[in-house]
């Protein structure tokens, strides 16, 4: 099912990296890193192409924006993701100076934003983004479900 409204262009991309990724046999997540609305960064989840465990779209996305950007700091930058980041992508975001996080479904197992450690909460944390959830959920949950009933 759609969203009822149009969605913002940075979401719409990080679905289409999510679904790329899908069709790299990876988990289907995507991630954009934008500044003043331009994207400057994107990642898809990359775990078995790469052979490395922090290749999270997130993490793709805000190395991508960081070489962009010349600065590992990404002061006033969004990140739009498909799913709630785990606990190492939000330290990520974090140490990053991230402003506003947006993403699409929540994950009951291994999410860190409003799941499990809700790591921006937790008084060693020393920048918490602003935080929107819920931005196409139905699309993103869609094609998590899918892609794992797939496989069993």
């Known amino acids: 099912m759609a969203t009822p409204f149009p969605l913002p262009d940075p979401m719409r991309r990080a679905l289409d990296l999510a679904r790329a990724a899908e069709q ?18 994107e990642g898809e989840n990359r775990n078995r192409r790469d052979n490395d465990p922090t290749a999270h779209a ?3 996305a ?10 590992f700091r990404l002061t006033g930058c969004d990140l739009w993701v498909t ?10 975001l974090s140490h990053a100076r991230i402003a ?13 934003i409003e799941q499990g450690p809700r790591l921006f909460t ?10 929107y959830g819920g931005i196409a959920e139905t699309e993103a949950s869609a094609l998590l479900r899918d ?3 797939a496989r069993r």
């Open 122 to 131: 937790q008084p060693q944390c020393l920048h918490r983004p602003e935080v």
């Open 24 to 41: 790299a046999g990876e988990v289907p997540i995507g991630a954009v890193v934008t500044l003043d609305g331009r994207i400057i960064g």
């Open 100 to 112: 506003r996080l947006y993403y699409a479904a929540a994950d009951p197992k291994g999410g860190a």
């Open 147 to 149: 892609f794992f009933l």
């Open 83 to 92: 799913l709630e980041p785990c606990p190492m992508c939000a330290g990520a």
């Open 58 to 60: 997130e993490m793709v």
């Open 62 to 71: 805000i190395r991508a924006a960081a070489a962009h950007l010349k600065d």
